[in-house]
């Protein structure tokens, strides 16, 4: 760690050593608006030297028993649970996040990455079958590939950070990994504890450093075999030409516009807190975030009316005060983008019924400068408005009425994106015919981001390829092979 005129400055942690770089990018503090830290610019000499040591380092971990890579993951799991209020104050202070969210979600979800796959891995099995005919047996085995690139974004950072560092190096490959250049910090802090939980140098690298930079040398690179990414679908599409003549193996997390579907049997004392929750929680900026609520007419004016009033509600102010439930977006950019969406759907006639333009934001004298937006929520919106076919990705919902099931599928489906819907419903025969039919990986009924890290995890259509979770992470990070024995 350097300090540098009060500014943090981060260095990269490639084989082992935190290394300098030449140059560096700004980080801002987007609760004040300050720049507050320094984040390693780099590019691919950085990306070439930490391929090389997660190349270097790959037959001495890839050899190790699961059992030994599971203690060290456990190992590490433990160090970070002990700093965790040192890790959730830096990642709140680094995405805008509330401090509450941090605590809770992201640095607990960090710790219970690694403890997940380190128990993971010692529970997979091959398959096995037998010709007798033929006097042949035939067993499949899988073995690590080699140095993953992983990439991820700033919304959750070392939650979905870890989610890949974890599985990769679980199963035996090393890694070269490039966080969010706008959220840095908590993945610099990790790598301070590697030693000590026992992970050899060069098993994990982190370089530091913008997409167009860092990000395109490490998808380049020829000896990084396979990438898994967590972004945008803009940015996957740009990773998918670049790697195209390498034949890498990618898995894409994507983008969403997840639909709530709310029938007029829905047990609306559950149902409005988990969508405000779904709509607004980490200020919108989860790709799970409920966008568009489909609400059955005969309870649209009721929901709507007890929704807004509860949206009012939602404190938004300083991330560090544990009893605000709206922190800061990312970026001075980004929340500009998010409120001309607002704007936008203003202009094509929308009602907006709370926040953006409508009620007064009232920040502390520190937060006046930050990037700030109260919970918004918007009615009478076109399907074909962007506001419902785009992803906002900030604290903004759109609520519109349906009247049959069959319709409310339709409209649920007529988006490019297919990541997470909910569905509100008494009916079990509804729920389970209606989640059957949405184009959409993850389907909740009743009830909103509840994972089992067993279960696969990813998107449809544009929101992504591949799954993540127990066995299909290790089916991607692992390269199978089919072994036949006569005796
Ligand atoms: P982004 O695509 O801009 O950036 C994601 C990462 O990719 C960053 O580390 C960035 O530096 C890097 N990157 C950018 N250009 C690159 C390039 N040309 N080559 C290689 N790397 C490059 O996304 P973001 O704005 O950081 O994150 C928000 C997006 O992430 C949203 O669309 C959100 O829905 C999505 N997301 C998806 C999931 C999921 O699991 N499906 C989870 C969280 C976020």
């Known amino acids: 760690m350097a300090q540098s005129k009060a500014l943090l400055v981060l260095e990269n942690f490639i084989g082992g050593k935190f290394i300098p770089c030449s140059s560096y990018i700004d980080s801002y503090n987007p609760s004040t608006g300050d720049v507050y830290c320094k984040v390693p610019d780099s590019g691919k000499e950085e990306v070439e030297a930490a391929v090389k040591a997660a190349k270097d380092a790959f037959p001495i971990w890839s050899s190790k028993s699961p059992w030994e890579r599971s203690q060290i993951l456990n190992k590490l799991a433990d160090l970070i649970e002990h700093d965790l209020e040192a890790f959730a104050q830096a990642e709140s202070k680094d995405q805008g996040k509330t401090i509450t969210f941090a605590r809770t979600v992201d640095i607990p979800r960090t710790v219970y990455n690694f403890r997940f796959f380190a128990s993971s891995i010692l529970h997979h099995i091959t398959e096995c079958t037998e010709m007798a005919t033929m006097g042949c047996v035939h067993y499949t085995s899988r073995a690590p590939v080699g140095v993953a690139g992983l990439i991820s974004p700033w919304n959750l950072p070392l939650y979905l950070l870890t989610w890949k560092i974890a599985p990769a190096i679980a199963c035996g490959n090393t890694v070269v990994a490039k966080p969010s250049e706008m959220t840095s910090v ?61 034949c890498k193996r ?114 502390p004298p520190g937060n006046q400068k930050g990037y700030f937006m109260l919970p918004t929520v918007i009615a009478e919106v076109k399907d074909e408005s962007c506001c419902m076919q785009e992803e906002i990705f900030g604290p903004v919902t759109c ?49 909103w981001l509840v994972r089992d890290l067993n279960l696969p995890f990813g998107g449809m259509k544009a929101s992504g390829i591949g799954r993540e979770g127990a066995k299909d992470s290790y089916e991607f990070f692992t390269e199978v092979k089919t072994i036949t024995i006569k005796h």
């Not at 380049?220 to 990773?239: E, N, W």
Request: hydrophobic share 40%; aromatic share 6%.
């Open 186 to 246: 908590t993945a610099w802090m990790m790598c301070k504890l590697l030693e000590k939980a026992g992970v050899p140098d060069g098993v994990v690298n982190i370089v530091f450093g913008t997409g167009a930079k860092a990000g395109e040398a490490l998808v380049c690179h020829p000896d990084v075999p396979l990438v898994s990414f967590t972004g945008s679908t803009l940015t996957a599409q740009r990773i998918t030409e670049k790697s195209a003549p390498h």
């Open 250 to 363: 990618l898995s894409l997390e994507l983008g969403g516009k997840n639909p709530a579907i709310i029938f007029d049997d829905a047990d609306l004392s559950q149902c409005i807190p988990t969508t405000l929750r779904s709509s607004f929680a980490n200020q919108g900026e989860i790709c799970l975030c409920t966008s568009r609520i489909f609400v059955q007419r005969g309870i649209y004016s009721e929901f709507l009316k007890r929704f807004v009033a509860e949206a009012k509600k939602w404190k938004t102010g300083n991330p560090s005060d544990p009893t605000v439930d709206v922190g800061a977006l990312i970026s001075k950019e980004h929340l500009e983008k998010v409120r001309n969406y607002v704007k936008k759907a203003q202009a094509e006639g929308a009602r907006v019924l709370c926040g953006e333009g409508v009620d007064a934001l009232d920040l």
């Open 399 to 447: 609520v519109v009425a349906f009247d049959t099931e069959e319709e409310v599928i339709k409209r649920a489906n007529g988006v490019k994106y297919g990541l997470a819907a909910t569905v509100w419903s008494s009916n079990v025969g509804r729920v389970h015919r209606v989640a059957h039919r949405l184009q959409s990986g993850l389907v909740w009924t009743n009830c």
